[in-house]
């Protein structure tokens, strides 16, 4: 059964949105890291995804890639990403509560 999730990003994750909202064409991909919450249950492949910034949701799409570790050699560290496959830019951006966590299972998107 598909799943409804919230990506909560941070203030510091705005300004590269915005930009990756403005200058790609779409679908197009994004990844994401998990954050350090202990979760239950993952997003798996085609879970729809709300995307929001700032209590706004700014973006729609879905899980392409289940998470798994990655190394960034700009950090040189390793990561655990979830690609989402961004395929609308809400231009209306209602208000949508942010979470305390970067991934967050939601019943209902508004």
């Not at 403005?22 to 995804?49: F, H, Q, R, W």
Request: proline content about 5%; charged content about 20%; aromatic content about 14%.
């Amino acid at each position: 059964m598909t799943k409804t999730w919230q990506l909560s990003m941070g203030q510091s994750d705005f300004d590269f949105i915005i930009d990756f909202l403005n200058t790609y064409d779409l679908p197009n991909t994004i990844k994401y890291e998990k954050g350090s919450a202990n979760m239950v249950i993952l997003p798996e492949v085609n879970d729809i995804v709300f995307i929001t910034c700032r209590a706004k949701l700014i973006a729609k799409g879905y899980i392409y890639r289940t998470f798994r570790l990655e190394y960034n050699p700009n950090t040189d560290a390793i990561y655990e990403h979830a690609t989402i496959m961004v395929t609308e830019i809400v231009y209306d951006q209602p208000y949508m509560k942010g979470q305390r966590r970067n991934w967050t299972q939601i019943r209902t998107p508004l």
